[in-house]
T-cell receptor, first 116, second 114 residues
Framework: GAVVSQHPSWVICKSGTSVKIECRSL??????MFWYRQFPKQSLMLMAT?????????EQGVEKDKFLINHASLTLSTLTVTSAHPEDSSFYIC????????????FGPGTRLTVL | GENVEQHPSTLSVQEGDSAVIKCTYS??????FPWYKQELGKRPQLIID?????GEKKDQRIAVTLNKTAKHFSLHITETQPEDSAVYFC?????????????FGSGTQLTVLP
């Protein structure tokens, strides 16, 4: 159990276009999902916390108008990178938190975004 | 906010030897400490976790210890194998209710030499 899927696994797009990434919890409900960004050989940097039915909470320095998050159901959160630029190229990973007294998070396989 | 420090950043051991990775955290309210293993280009995989009401947990070759007073926790891998080579991240959980989130350490690149 506790499987999280993420699509697409990789995407290449032109500068100025928008890209949508989906994160799904397949066998559990997740009121809360998290979006991370990871540069090569670096740690996971939290971008935003996505809560079902409410607005996402963004970390300091993350532009909410550029990284649109929608968490419309207990099993799906989406991240849309709007007007992508080469500096947005990165590995984006979502995680879904299984509701429990503790913070068990399970990660999706990640999406490699390359903006030309 | 919470700050998690992880050491060392790189670690090389001979196959069969033990490996130890250490983390410290700053927020005494943290109550959940997972460890993740991440292979190149893949997702972080939860390998073991410990909660603040216990001091040690073991799962086969992997063990984690927690010292709440000193605010540090460690990952111990015994009888290392080449397939243990990966980046390992520690994390600490802060906050209450739906605001709970993980703060990650900077990672340790473990290389097990055959």
């Amino acid at each position: 159990g506790a499987v999280v899927s993420q699509h697409p696994s990789w995407v290449i797009c032109k500068s100025g276009t928008s890209v949508k990434i989906e994160c799904r919890s397949l066998d559990f409900q997740a009121t809360t999902m998290f979006w991370y960004r990871q540069f090569p050989k670096q740690s996971l940097m939290l971008m935003a916390t996505s809560n079902e039915g409410s607005k996402a909470t963004y970390e300091q320095g993350v532009e909410k108008d550029k990284f649109l998050i929608n968490h419309a159901s207990l099993t799906l959160s989406t991240l849309t990178v709007t007007s992508a630029h080469p500096e947005d190229s990165s590995f984006y990973i979502c995680s879904a938190r299984r509701d429990s007294p503790y913070n068990e998070q399970f990660f999706g396989p990640g999406t490699r975004l390359t903006v030309l | 906010g919470e700050n998690v420090e992880q050491h060392p950043s790189t670690l090389s051991v001979q196959e069969g030897d033990s490996a130890v990775i250490k983390c410290t955290y700053s927020d005494s309210a943290s109550n959940y400490f997972p460890w993740y293993k991440q292979e190149l280009g893949k997702r972080p995989q939860l390998i073991i976790d410990i909660r603040s009401n216990v001091g040690e947990k073991k799962d086969q070759r992997i063990a984690v210890t927690l010292n709440k007073t000193a605010k540090h926790f460690s990952l111990h891998i015994t009888e290392t194998q080449p397939e243990d080579s990966a980046v390992y991240f520690c994390a600490a959980s802060i906050g209450m209710g739906t605001a709970r989130q993980l703060t990650f350490g900077s990672g340790t690149q473990l290389t097990v030499l055959p």
